[in-house]
């Protein structure tokens, strides 16, 4: 896959005023395929199934972030993220005509507590590290968050779960809680997401906002544009550290 390496400009404004990297962490900074794919294999090969577990794990992804939605949109209690991914698994093998039983559906969630960082990473973070601070926004669960920070080399300044905001990303209230846990205006933050969604909810938030486009997807046609586009998360430092 041919990488990005320099950033497309989608703003004359500088980022100058920037002080604070906001990372989503799950398929941004960490490798969601690397883990979970094998795992829905194996789980195939246990049953005797012969579908793509590639295919499987996006439509259960796409499962699991309609249903977050509905959970923010709804209201009340927050329901954990490890609950509604529990809900998209079971869901998925019953429409594959795959019979698992709890254990199956574990041995996939638990999968989740043992992601880490794309190879590139950690680099580039201790790079950003020396001028700006570095904080995950994840919709996973504090638990999940506290399992996956020891797998990065590079330092956090911090992981903040939306649980603690009560509602999933996109929805206003994780983006307002970041920028009051630490301090700092929207204008202050550089979001970076390899994900529209997660970006149109930090902009209409106020920040600015990095797509870290690893799987050269297009971005669409929303108004709210990323202030800069990059490949990497190296191309990421080499675009903020030249500048």
Do not use: C
């Amino acid at each position: 896959m041919p990488e990005t390496t320099h950033a497309h400009t989608a703003t004359d404004e500088s980022l100058e005023d920037v002080s604070l990297l906001a990372f989503d962490l799950y398929d941004t900074l960490l490798d969601r395929r690397s883990v979970l794919v094998p795992s829905i294999e194996a789980t195939f090969e246990r049953k005797g199934y012969e579908g793509d577990p590639e295919v499987f794990l996006r439509r259960y992804l796409a499962m699991h972030f309609r249903d977050s939605l509905i959970d923010s949109l709804l209201g009340g209690d927050h329901t954990p993220f490890e609950e509604i991914t529990r809900r998209a698994l079971s869901y998925r093998f019953e429409e594959a005509g795959i019979e698992v039983g709890r254990e199956d559906v574990e041995r996939v969630v638990e999968g989740w507590y043992r992601l880490g960082p794309f190879p590139e990473v950690d680099d580039a973070l201790d790079r950003l590290g020396e001028t700006y601070g570095l904080v995950g926004l994840s919709n996973g669960d504090r638990e999940m968050l506290e399992a996956i920070r020891p797998s990065f080399d590079a330092d956090l300044d911090g992981t903040l779960s939306v649980a603690e905001a009560g509602a999933y990303k996109p929805h206003p209230a994780p983006y307002e809680l970041l920028g009051e846990r630490y301090d700092v205006d929207p204008g202050e933050v550089l979001f970076v997401s390899a994900h529209t969604f997660d970006l149109l909810g930090a902009k209409a938030a106020g920040m600015r906002g990095a797509y870290l486009n690893r799987h050269t997807k297009p971005y669409g046609k929303w108004s709210r544009r990323p202030d800069l586009e990059v490949g990497s998360a190296p191309a990421l430092a080499e675009t903020l550290l030249d500048d």
